[in-house]
């Protein structure tokens, strides 16, 4: 017999999804009563990644989404009851990542929100520095603490090198600077404690940690960009060219990634020493990246503020007996997708500096965004002190937690099951293309300094025959080289 009352319950619990507004006002609903992504997911119970995806564009489904649209039902309540509005209510979806906005002077001195410091200009409303080097947020500080806010510029603002470092919701503007160490107490907890879990044992301790390499280098963004003026995960709309065309396919961009070996090397009385590059990864992570959505664009132009990836022709290259190719290895002929550092390399190729080694790319198409090198240099820093101080301790296990992190996050921003909150493909191919771009300028260092350059693979190997400790040092830290073997140039099995 068929239960009624258990239809009826089951009925009564349905619930039709609460409506949300538009993923733009959601985001200035919260700035509007300056909450940081932080905060709002704290009250929710998820992660500020989540709150990031859902302001650009993603819903959330479930109870969670009850609480959310509670949490923005409140919001509007409060301003209207305050008879205000958001403070940038012509915010779009993509422009908290664009950074292309107009730059407008401030007409005194306000506190930066990177850094606290006086700053004279504006960027979408905030007094902010336009110029790295002025804003203290972003100079180089001892291991334990930021450097303390530097004084007021007393030159006029220089026009910026590149847009201005991307960051999320701003703090109060009068916030004070706060001691914040370059290396979170996050990766020695994590450590500690998988080594607590394993009674000691390094080998099981090293293998939970890799495991966990992915979430935790998230909690480790989120902690290197607390207080921050623009969020950096999202999810914006992508153009075809980076979508996979099956499930185990590629897209069409080209990361340039190079594998060569010397066809007719000269004659050598000594031994061929393979260099490995140490912390490819890591060092690539200061390149150019694409702040929001990208724009379409075409012709032979190319803005040194933009980053993204481009179709172009590429030139001949003429040197492929003793340098590769930059591209890598590209048998196909005619124009080709790369990315931002492929693409700048063959224009410095191109100029007197460089030979000129080759004539520079013609580019058709791209699709760029506004662009900053600074994106993930807290991180960046934070994983370098990390392994360095693993290093000088000879703490093999946070070595090894730490380059899983790194590596791991870099490959997993693409479409990947591992994580969900970060997906910008287009960062991971030019972050890859960095890593290749900075190989092949070793070799052509090494090239210049008269030694011989047998191979160039991947990210990180370089094989040389000659004094290689004239040019490079040797050490474990991320500018220094380590040897991986040393081989007669008669040794078919490395060919």
Same mark, same amino acid.
């Given at each position: ?33 300056? #909450?940081?992504? +932080? ?36 919001? &509007?309540?409060? #301003?209207? +009851? ?42 979408? !409303?905030?007094? &902010? ?26 030159? /006029?603002?220089?026009?910026?090198? $590149? ?8 703090? /109060? ?14 990766? +020695?907890?994590?450590? &500690? ?6 009674? !000691? ?33 999202? $999810?914006?709309?992508?153009? @075809? ?66 980053? *993204? ?10 040197? $492929? ?21 492929? #693409?700048?390399?063959? &224009? ?10 080759? @004539?520079?790319?013609?580019? $058709?198409?791209?699709?760029?965004? *506004?662009?900053?090198?600074?994106? =993930?240099?807290? =991180? ?28 791991? =996050? ?47 693979? !991947? ?15 040797? *050490?474990? *830290? ?18």
């Amino acid at each position: 017999m068929t239960d009624y009352n258990a239809i009826d319950a089951l009925l009564a619990a349905t619930r039709t999804p609460p409506d949300l507004p538009p993923a733009e006002q959601r985001r200035a609903l919260r700035q509007a009563l300056h #909450l940081t992504r +932080t905060q709002v997911a704290q009250a929710l119970g998820v992660s500020p990644s989540t709150v990031s995806g859902w302001e650009t564009g993603r819903d959330p489904s479930g109870e969670i989404r009850e609480k959310y649209a509670y949490f923005l039902n409140g919001a &509007q309540q409060k #301003l209207r +009851t305050q008879n205000d509005t958001p403070a940038h209510p012509e915010t779009s979806p993509t422009s908290e990542h664009t950074a292309t906005d107009k730059d407008e002077p401030h007409p005194t001195p306000q506190p930066c929100v990177l850094c606290g410091a006086p700053a004279t200009d504006e960027v979408e !409303g905030y007094p &902010q520095h336009l110029h790295p080097e002025d804003c203290t947020h972003l100079t180089p500080t001892p291991p334990q603490h930021e450097a303390t806010p530097a004084p007021p510029p007393q030159a /006029p603002p220089r026009t910026p090198a $590149h847009t201005p470092e991307p960051h999320q919701q701003p703090a /109060p503007r009068r916030r004070a600077p706060h001691p914040y160490p370059r290396t979170p107490n996050l990766i +020695t907890r994590a450590v &500690q404690n998988a080594l607590d879990t394993h009674a !000691g044992d390094l080998t099981a301790a090293t293998a939970e940690l890799q495991r966990r390499a992915i979430p935790d280098a998230m909690a480790l963004l989120d902690a290197t960009r607390i207080g921050a003026r623009y969020d950096i995960v999202g $999810h914006p709309p992508l153009p @075809d060219i980076l979508r996979k065309k099956t499930a185990q396919g590629a897209d069409e961009v080209w990361e340039a990634r190079p594998h060569w070996t010397r066809l007719d090397p000269p004659p050598t009385t000594g031994d061929i020493t393979a260099l490995d590059i140490n912390g490819a990864y890591l060092s690539a992570l200061k390149t150019h990246l694409p702040l929001g959505a990208l724009e379409y664009s075409t012709g032979n132009v190319h803005s040194r503020r933009r980053a *993204g990836i481009h179709l172009i022709t590429p030139p001949e290259w003429d040197h $492929h007996p003793y340098l590769p190719n930059p591209l890598g290895n590209r048998e196909e002929p005619g124009p080709v997708w790369v990315t931002e550092p492929t #693409l700048r390399l063959l &224009q410095r190729l191109a100029t007197a500096q460089y030979g000129p080694l080759c @004539d520079p790319p013609v580019i $058709h198409e791209s699709f760029t965004s *506004g662009a900053t090198e600074q994106l =993930f240099e807290k =991180f960046r820093q934070a994983l370098r002190d990390a392994r360095e101080k693993a290093i000088t301790d000879e703490d093999e296990v946070t070595l090894e937690y730490v380059k899983s992190m790194y590596s791991k =996050f870099v490959s997993t921003m693409g479409e990947s099951n591992y994580n969900r909150a970060l997906y910008r493909p287009d960062w991971m191919h030019i972050i890859r293309s960095q890593a290749f771009v900075n190989l092949w300028l070793k070799a052509h260092k090494a090239h210049t300094a008269g030694l011989t350059v047998m191979r160039v693979m !991947g990210t990180d190997e370089l094989h040389i025959a000659g004094n290689w400790q004239q040019v490079f040092t040797e *050490g474990r *830290g991320v500018s220094q080289v380590k040897v991986k073997d040393v081989y007669a140039a008669t040794d078919t099995s490395h060919h």
